[in-house]
């Protein structure tokens, strides 16, 4: 990011609603991974701060870093933040670092994985196989790696009967649609959404296959502009210059990508939206830092969000190293002209109320 890019993120942050619970929530005890509360703010100190500041704006480990490395701009950008929050919140931030507190980053965390059995990939490997067979049966081809060895994806072509009868549900355009899907077990949990489509959508129809998200034996993961220019190639290649992208969780991060850096994008649908929140700490702590039962309520869903998804190896390693938030963000205002957001009310990682009540445009 730019000084420009931060500055502007840094004002509308510090018009958060709740400042202090915002930027609070984003640490938390290290031996039993618990969040702050607010009875304990005061524990917190000016270096634990700089650390979380160091790694949100820099993607630097620690401030310690900064200061070894002399870079003197950085670490003067840290102390102007710092200097702002504490003259909004009419705090002063004692000197030192407690060792007891740590943040919630991204990048610099340990790869946290749980080890499965090869029976637990073999199984994997079997939904595949069902996937394919499915998707075959719908009436998708799929085609194997791009030129770079980034991105597979299936497409389907040919029109389709409204089987809908006369309600003409069936949109009728030459502009392709394109969907992501999200962390899982691929395009698997998919299948009754890709039927549904290739029923109502008289379109070509391309699915993009993103096996580093998908508790595959994948290790390799595509920077965003890698994958926008993969998706860009592949659009290009059957003569399409715009596209309807649709996104769902960690797929709107592509459709984030593609409204930002791609001409291609006519419109966007984004369901269950990381992207919106990614400033927030309840998307990254919920994901990488939760452990049911422990520092939060049990819950059974949240068991298989945690021992499945969040500590597979390869979704695991990137969330932990790929995932940089600035990357990810998208402000509602840079929204195409054509959207639709869709969230669930009960969402696993984040309250979804609040895009129920159109308060992600105006949480900042």
Avoid at 156 to 164: D, G, P
Avoid at 283 to 300: E, Q, W
Avoid at 326 to 344: D, S
Wanted: charged content about 20%.
């Amino acid at each position: 990011m730019t000084y420009p890019e931060r500055r502007k993120i840094w004002k509308r942050i510090l018009k958060h609603k709740n400042l202090e619970h915002f930027l609070f929530a984003w640490f938390y005890w290290s031996d039993s991974k618990i969040r702050l509360v607010q009875s304990e703010y005061g524990f917190l100190r000016r270096d634990n701060f700089a650390d979380w500041l160091a790694w949100s704006l820099f993607s630097e480990s620690s401030y310690e870093n900064l200061v070894g490395n002399r870079a003197n701009s950085k670490v003067s950008e840290i102390e102007e933040v710092i200097e702002s929050v504490e003259k909004k919140l009419g705090i002063v931030f004692q000197p030192g670092r407690n060792p007891k507190i740590s943040a919630v980053t991204l990048n610099h965390n340990i790869v946290d994985a749980y080890p499965k059995p090869l029976i637990f990939y073999v199984v994997m490997k079997g939904l595949e196989i069902v996937e394919r067979i499915f998707l075959r049966k719908f009436g998708f081809r799929r085609v194997s790696e791009t030129k770079n060895d980034t991105l597979s994806y299936w497409i389907h072509t040919s029109a389709s009967k409204n089987k809908l009868g006369d309600q003409n549900t069936q949109q009728n355009s030459t502009i392709p649609l394109v969907f992501i899907h999200g962390i899982g077990v691929g395009l698997f949990q998919y299948l009754s959404f890709a039927s549904f489509l290739v029923k109502t959508q008289n379109r070509p129809i391309f699915l993009i296959e993103l096996p580093y998200v998908s508790m595959r034996l994948k290790e390799k993961v595509p920077t965003p502009k890698q994958t926008v220019q993969e998706i860009e190639r592949i659009l290009d290649s059957y003569g399409y210059q715009k596209a309807h992208v649709v996104g769902h969780s960690w797929g709107t991060a592509v459709v984030s990508w593609m409204i930002k850096y791609s001409t291609f994008t006519a419109s966007a649908v984004l369901l269950d939206p990381i992207v919106f929140f990614v400033t927030l700490p309840d998307l990254a702590f919920n994901f990488v830092h939760r452990i049911p039962g422990y520092n939060t309520v049990a819950r059974a869903n949240e068991y298989l969000l945690h021992s499945m998804c969040a500590r597979e190896l390869h979704i695991s390693m990137t969330i932990s190293r790929k995932f940089r938030w600035n990357e990810n963000l998208l402000w509602p205002e840079e929204l195409p002209e054509h959207h639709f957001v869709v969230g669930a009310r009960q969402d696993m990682l984040l309250d979804g109320n609040l895009m129920e009540k159109c308060e992600y445009q105006s949480y900042y």
